[in-house]
């Protein structure tokens, strides 16, 4: 074998190689986009590309063999595009898990009286409470806490081999059906996280309530609020000891929601 010969050969090999790493980036580059903490404007768009390439580059001898070549063609825009609602799927699951704690800081936010405690949030382009944003973040170290991150490079990985590139999206109608049962688990599962600290909060309330009634000369509504304050920050204190397990269980039903949806 000539030079020449081999320098063909060579172009050969890493024009595959390119063309296998950018039909791997559009599902992991998709999914990177709509997924919480990297996926929003408090990351650049260029780490996220640079971290999209990267483990598209990781990934890429492992998984099956993509089409030979790309042409613009209807066949290619067809796979590109499902490729891009693939990824997108399995990032938009987990921001909704992400959005149980928002939900639940919210719910609480309002019997401790820290609902006026607003601010822009950065890593959902909101203006959301204090408490919203503390049980965000705390999703966010309780998730590569538990190696979430991990889990999800292997649901992408299981997603392209149950799913390969070029094949056509599973049924409409199980997508369908998993989608309205995960949002009804994601708002059960953020009224479960919340009640404990709301309950508390109500008897406080229906306390000084009764008291109002009983003593209006001890002015309770300026006590009341102090009062419920520190009562929930409390109570919060209490409650980010015992984050692990509820968090870990809402991690689980996402990755079995999202293997439902690539299956």
């Keep these: 074998m000539n030079a020449a010969t081999q320098m063909v050969i060579d172009g050969q090999q890493a024009f595959g190689l390119i063309n296998a790493l950018l039909w791997v980036m559009l599902r992991t580059g998709a999914m990177l986009m709509a997924m919480p903490l990297i996926g929003t404007r408090a990351v650049p768009v260029r780490v996220r590309v640079i971290l999209a390439g990267a483990l598209s580059l990781a990934l890429a001898p492992m998984l099956p063999s993509p089409p030979a070549q790309i042409a613009f063609d209807s066949v290619n825009v ?57 049980f965000y973040l705390a999703f966010g170290l309780v998730f590569f806490t538990l190696n979430g991150h ?81 009562l929930g920050l409390f109570l919060l204190a209490l409650l980010s000891g015992e984050l692990g397990p509820p968090v870990q269980r809402i991690f689980d039903q996402t990755f079995d929601a999202a293997r439902q949806i690539t299956a």
């Design 78 to 134: 067809l796979t590109a595009a499902r490729e891009l609602a693939v990824g997108a799927c399995i990032g938009f699951l987990l921001r909704l898990a992400f959005e149980a704690g928002a939900l639940a800081g919210e719910l609480i936010s309002q019997g401790t009286g820290l609902a006026f405690a607003q601010m822009s949030d950065p890593l959902r382009g909101v203006n959301s409470g204090v408490v919203g944003q503390w």
């Design 150 to 230: 991990l889990a999800l490079i292997a649901l992408l990985v299981d997603s392209y081999h149950s799913l390969p590139i070029g094949t056509a999206l599973p049924d409409p109608q199980a997508v369908l059906q998993v989608a309205p049962a995960f949002f009804m688990q994601i708002l059960r599962a953020a009224l479960s996280l919340a009640l404990p600290v709301m309950v508390a909060m109500l008897a406080v309330n229906l306390a000084f309530g009764v008291l109002g009634r009983a003593a209006p000369a001890l002015n309770p509504i300026q006590l009341g609020l102090p009062t419920a304050l520190l």
